[in-house]
């Protein structure tokens, strides 16, 4: 009975009294300082309600701040900084704002050496004989508040235990340290780790000011080496070398470097394909002493078609991926100096796929590809992969696909013998990284480019002819030559304590040219799916208003691309009760082609038409929130799709047929966005 209500609130159990004055209590905070709150009683059988009456009057505003009057090191600084108050002349007396004064005075401090301050040192005094309703601030330090706490810092020696253990204790002049200079001593009995790369990751130097950004760029840098369990930061006055120095400890407890993992899993697909897998991977975290992070993986699968509808096949496919990546910008390193960068990361990724489909064909790819990563503050987060090299390659082809891929250009070349030399940069901002806010903003670009330098080096400077093939080729296979870019806007609005809005709007474009007459494949855009456009099966949207013929449908897919993406998504979700929510949400997108093709008529983009051709689905789901992961149910019905006007069905949602024929179930893991 508590689950789905509340016991009932007994009078005897309240106190308006104490309520009145808790209401003057926050209306004094927010500047009524002569407010009056009473209250009277309304009694009816067996229940009684309280209605309190609020006296007030015209607020008292801010009038001048007064700087302090000490001489110290911290009361100097803090006047230096004034002119940036929150407490600004004119505006309504608030004591969150003079609490929120304090934070940011505390914050810069902390930046510019004083580490023992706390906010809790500050006093404001309030006076309000001023006149004319307005309150003057005087700023103040408390009496008691420590010496070590109006003094700046300089930074130490620095002492790193890299093998720290829980309990055991430690001192920063035992025998056996490594000295690197600028007053660093390394402490690593297993010489587990290049001293080198633990001194680049700390960012405090003999000499430096305090400073609480480099304080947590330090830690953030040490747990991204990825070979630490635990990392903490100790700073001791060192009265010795001055009575303004801290001596930093740092506490470093190692993590396995290896591990070995295998995985089983049962794999179920949209084209009606299923079968089981199996993973494995070997890591090693420091594989060359630099933290260096090494990693093997395998897959292997096995799946056939388990529909009665369709004719017997079956696939299997196997994989290997490489990757090694350093905690350092390298070849050429660049920006691992500058202050607002945080986990560089340079990686370099070796890939080999393999697949076969009984009734299809055999093809494989390869891939390398070079990337630096890194994080500029606590929102922003960049990759930019200077090299990517991937192709793939067209083996066996069964009789009854052979007519259909050997003569179509766009899937020989665009889907099965793609040659891919380009870069890569992504940009990703997420303001829920700083905490849950009532408004939070995410941001994703990407951008693409491949096959202009080797364009250019073979038109321009070698002067090469395109040959019979009319495009240039690699090793004998054309390369791919375009350029693409594809954004994605995502906010997020609490509403209220259990609920809020989710919107999302996502859009992209690609261009092929030079060599290319397509997009690879694998750079095309399609729409529909548990993550997209919920009430359309996977990649059965557009482009534009195509329908695929009824003997075309089941591999449709083929053709369902497109070079322009558009969709949006609106979601409201809501508590239920206990791990389980619920939402209602809205779905509109599509894709079109740049040129009109014959395969896919309707499916051109045209500025005057383009929001015609809309698909639409609306729906509602509910979620299990098990803390570690989230389970999604969600269930769509379309309200406009592509190729036909008009309600694709009149909505009759209570109609076991209508919903048979038009809802669509949708199970995900994570929310859609």
Same mark, same amino acid.
């Given at each position: ?51 309190? &009456?609020?006296?007030?009057?015209? !607020? ?16 100097? &600084? ?23 004064? *304090? ?29 004319? %309703? ?11 508040? !420590? ?29 056996? =340290? ?36 480099? &304080? ?7 747990? +991204? ?59 090693? *975290? ?64 070796? +890939?080999?796929?393999?697949?076969? %489909? ?40 069964? #009789? ?16 099965? #013998? ?5 870069? &890569? ?122 329908? !695929? ?28 009760? +206990? ?8 779905? =509109? ?7 009109? #093709? ?24 509910? *979620? ?50």
């Amino acid at each position: 009975r508590n689950r789905t209500g509340r016991p009932p609130v007994l009078f005897e159990d309240v106190s308006p009294s104490r309520n009145a004055k808790l209401m003057e209590n926050r209306l004094y905070n927010m500047g009524y300082f002569d407010s009056r709150v009473s209250w009277t009683l309304e009694t009816r059988p067996k229940r009684t309600s309280v209605n309190y &009456h609020v006296t007030l009057k015209n !607020p008292y505003l801010f009038g001048v701040i007064h700087p302090l009057e000490d001489t110290c090191a911290a009361a100097i &600084h803090i006047n230096s900084i004034l002119d940036e108050t929150h407490v600004e002349k004119g505006s309504r007396y608030s004591l969150d704002v003079l609490k929120r004064e *304090r934070q940011r005075i505390d914050r810069l401090l902390k930046e510019e050496g004083f580490f023992f301050f706390n906010h809790d040192h500050i006093l404001f005094h309030a006076d309000s004989t001023a006149g004319e %309703r307005m309150v003057d601030i005087h700023i103040k330090l408390k009496e008691d508040t !420590p010496a070590s706490a109006r003094k700046r810092f300089e930074i130490g020696n620095i002492y790193v235990h890299a093998d720290y253990l829980a309990g055991t204790g430690t001192d920063g002049r035992n025998n056996g =340290a490594v000295y690197t200079g600028e007053g660093f001593y390394i402490f690593d009995s297993g010489r587990m780790l290049n001293p080198e790369t633990i001194k680049n990751a700390i960012r405090f130097r003999k000499g430096d000011i305090y400073s609480l950004q480099d &304080h947590r760029r330090t830690i953030n840098r040490l747990f +991204g080496l990825g070979v630490f369990k635990f990392v903490n930061l100790r700073f001791i006055e060192n009265s010795e070398e001055g009575d303004d120095m801290l001596d930093v400890r740092v506490l470093l407890t190692p993590m396995e470097s290896r591990s070995v993992s295998t995985e089983l899993k049962g794999v179920s697909k949209s084209n009606n394909f299923a079968g089981p897998g199996i993973t494995a991977g070997f890591t090693n *975290r420091n594989l060359l002493g630099g933290a260096e992070n090494f990693r093997l993986g395998l897959n292997l699968a096995y799946e056939s078609v388990i529909s009665r509808q369709l004719p017997a096949a079956s696939s299997w496919s196997a994989g290997m991926e490489a990757e090694l990546s350093a905690p350092d910008f390298l070849l050429p390193s660049f920006l691992d100096s500058h202050r607002d960068v945080n986990m560089p990361k340079t990686t370099l990724l070796l +890939g080999f796929d393999f697949m076969s %489909r009984t009734d299809a064909f055999d093809i494989s790819s390869a891939k390398i590809q070079y990337t630096y990563s890194w994080n500029q503050g606590t929102v922003n987060f960049h990759r930019f992969s200077p090299v990517i090299f991937s192709v793939f390659s067209l083996g066996r082809v069964s #009789e009854d696909f052979e007519t259909v891929f050997l003569e179509s250009a766009l899937l020989r070349r665009g889907l099965f #013998e793609q040659f891919i030399i380009g870069s &890569h940069y992504s940009y990703i901002y997420n303001s829920l990284l700083e905490g849950d806010r009532q408004n939070n903003i995410y941001f994703a670009a990407n951008i693409d480019a491949s096959g202009n330098t080797t364009y250019a080096a073979m038109r321009y400077l070698a002067g090469m002819d395109t040959g019979d093939k009319g495009y240039y080729s690699v090793m004998g296979q054309g390369f791919s030559q375009f350029a693409r870019a594809d954004l994605d806007f995502r906010y997020y609005m609490n509403i209220s304590e259990g609920s809020r809005l989710a919107a999302r709007l996502v859009g992209g474009a690609g261009i092929p040219y030079g060599n290319s007459d397509y997009l690879p494949f694998v750079k095309t855009f399609s729409v529909g799916g548990s993550n997209s456009v919920r009430a359309f099966h996977p990649r059965t949207v557009g482009p534009g208003s195509y329908r !695929p013929e009824e003997d075309l449908q089941a591999g449709s897919a083929i053709y369902q691309t497109g070079e322009i993406r558009l969709e949006g998504s609106v979601e409201y979700r809501f508590n239920l009760t +206990g791990i389980l929510e619920g939402a209602l949400f809205v779905d =509109a997108g599509n894709i079109w082609k740049i040129s009109e #093709e014959e395969t896919t008529p309707g499916g051109r983009f045209r500025l005057n038409s383009f929001y015609e051709q809309m698909a639409v689905g609306a729906g509602t789901g509910l *979620r299990i929130d098990a803390s570690f992961f989230l389970l999604r149910f969600d269930f769509a019905f379309p309200v406009a799709v592509p190729y036909q006007s008009g309600l694709p069905e009149p909505f009759r949602p209570f109609d076991r047929g209508w919903r048979r024929r038009n809802v669509l179930f949708n199970l995900g893991i994570g929310y859609p966005f």
